[in-house]
T-cell receptor, first 117, second 113 residues
Framework: GAVVSQHPSWVICKSGTSVKIECRSL??????MFWYRQFPKQSLMLMATSNEGSKATYEQGVEKDKFLINHASLTLSTLTVTSAHPEDSSFYIC?????????????FGPGTRLTVL | GENVEQHPSTLSVQEGDSAVIKCTYSDSASNYFPWYKQELGKRPQLIID?????GEKKDQRIAVTLNKTAKHFSLHITETQPEDSAVYFCAASENDSWGKFQFGAGTQVVVTP
């Protein structure tokens, strides 16, 4: 139980295009999901907290107009990187609170490696 | 806000020896402390967690201790095996898992046969 999936697992795009990443809780409902980015050999940096049915809460320094988050259902949150640039290349990971699944912790998706050319 | 420091950044141990990773946190309101293991290119996997009302928790070869007064917690791995090689992250959170996680910088553990 408490499985989180992400799609796609990797994506390469041209500078200026937009990329959508999906995060799904497969066997439980997640009221709250979190989006992180991780640079090579570095820690996970929280970008935003995604709340089902309401606006996402962004961390300081994260551009909300560039990283659009939508949490339209209890099992799906999406992150759209708009007008991507090479500096947006990173490993993006989502996590979901699994309290509804009967456990008190967050479970992580497998991550999406974004490369912007 | 919360600030979590993690040491050491790298740790090399001989197979069979113990490994200890230490973290300190700044916010006394933090009450949930998970540890994650991340292999290269893969997702972080929860290996153990502890809440502020408990001082120690053990799961087979892995244990975590928490000192609320000093605001530090540690991960202990005994009888290390090559498959323990990975990056380990500590984290601290308010409101259990529903609060934001502040992660430590990570510790690269290498277990040599």
């Amino acid at each position: 139980g408490a499985v989180v999936s992400q799609h796609p697992s990797w994506v390469i795009c041209k500078s200026g295009t937009s990329v959508k990443i999906e995060c799904r809780s497969l066997d439980f409902q997640a009221t709250t999901m979190f989006w992180y980015r991780q640079f090579p050999k570095q820690s996970l940096m929280l970008m935003a907290t995604s709340n089902e049915g309401s606006k996402a809460t962004y961390e300081q320094g994260v551009e909300k107009d560039k990283f659009l988050i939508n949490h339209a259902s209890l099992t799906l949150s999406t992150l759209t990187v708009t007008s991507a640039h090479p500096e947006d290349s990173s490993f993006y990971i989502c996590s979901a609170g699994a309290r509804e699944a009967g456990t008190d912790t967050q479970y992580f998706g497998p991550g999406t490696r974004l490369t912007v050319l | 806000g919360e600030n979590v420091e993690q040491h050491p950044s790298t740790l090399s141990v001989q197979e069979g020896d113990s490994a200890v990773i230490k973290c300190t946190y700044s916010d006394s309101a933090s009450n949930y402390f998970p540890w994650y293991k991340q292999e290269l290119g893969k997702r972080p996997q929860l290996i153990i967690d502890i809440r502020s009302n408990v001082g120690e928790k053990k799961d087979q070869r892995i244990a975590v201790t928490l000192n609320k007064t000093a605001k530090h917690f540690s991960l202990h791995i005994t009888e290390t095996q090559p498959e323990d090689s990975a990056v380990y992250f500590c984290a601290a959170s308010e409101n259990d898992s529903w609060g934001k996680f502040q992660f430590g910088a990570g510790t690269q553990v290498v277990v040599t046969p």
